[in-house]
C-alpha cells in the first residue's frame, strides 16, 4: 500500500539517508525502513520533503515532466521591486537554459516562521525581502540561481509545500505519515 510522508527537513540535513562529509542525513530523524525522497532538497535549504514507498509514486512526484508545483519562501538579500518580479514571473535563461515562468509574490517575513541554525548572517547596510515563488520544474539549485540572475541573492529558503502537501504546522525535524487514501 503506498505511504508518503511529510518531513520538515532542518537546514544542513542530507536528502539522504546516509551522512556524508560531517553533515548528517536523514536517519538521524527518520526510522521508516522503505521510505525514499520524491526529489531532493539541497543542504543548505529547509522545508517540505515528500518520502514514499512507492517507487511510481516517487516518480509522479518527483520527475521534472510531471510539472508539479513546488512553492518556496524565499529571503533574498535586497529590496525586490516590481520589475524584479515580472523578469522571475516571465523565466530566467540561465547557463543551463531558460526557466519556465515562474509565480512569485513579495510577501512579509511569514509570522509562523522558525529560527534558523545557525542564524541568517545580518548586515546593518543591507535590507532583505521576502519572495513567494512557485516554479514547476526542478533544475540544479534554480531558485537560488534565478534570484541570483535579478541581483538579489538567496540567504534563506524553505520550501512550503510540493503539489497538495504542505507543511503545515510541522517545525524542523518533525514528519507525518499520510495513509493510502489521503495521496
Known amino acids: 500500500m503506498s505511504q508518503l510522508l511529510l518531513f520538515n527537513k532542518p537546514y544542513g540535513v542530507l536528502s539522504q539517508f546516509t551522512d556524508e562529509a560531517g553533515h548528517p542525513g536523514l536517519a538521524h530523524y527518520l526510522d521508516q525502513p522503505g521510505f525514499y525522497p520524491a526529489g531532493r ?11 514514499t514507498n512507492d517507487g511510481a509514486l516517487q516518480h509522479r512526484i518527483s520527475h521534472p515532466k510531471k510539472k508539479m508545483a513546488k512553492t518556496y519562501w524565499v529571503q533574498v538579500e535586497g529590496i525586490a521591486d516590481d520589475d524584479t518580479i515580472n523578469q522571475l514571473c516571465r523565466g530566467i535563461t540561465l547557463k543551463d537554459g531558460p526557466t519556465r515562468p515562474a509565480e512569485v509574490s ?6 509562523d ?3 534558523r541554525e545557525p542564524p541568517i548572517r545580518k548586515r546593518k547596510n543591507k535590507p532583505t525581502s521576502w519572495l513567494k515563488m512557485t516554479i514547476k520544474e526542478g533544475k540544479n539549485r ?7 540572475a535579478v541581483e538579489l541573492p538567496t540567504l534563506r ?3 512550503v509545500s510540493i503539489g497538495p502537501w504542505s507543511l503545515q504546522t510541522l517545525q524542523p525535524g518533525q514528519w507525518v505519515e499520510l495513509s493510502a487514501n489521503s495521496i
Do not use: K, N
Open 41 to 51: 532538497l539541497d543542504r543548505d535549504s529547509e522545508g517540505l520533503l515528500v518520502l
Open 157 to 159: 529558503l524553505i520550501r
Open 142 to 148: 534554480q531558485v537560488r540561481r534565478m534570484t541570483a
Open 113 to 115: 516562521l522558525w529560527e
Open 106 to 111: 513579495i510577501i512579509e517575513q511569514p509570522a
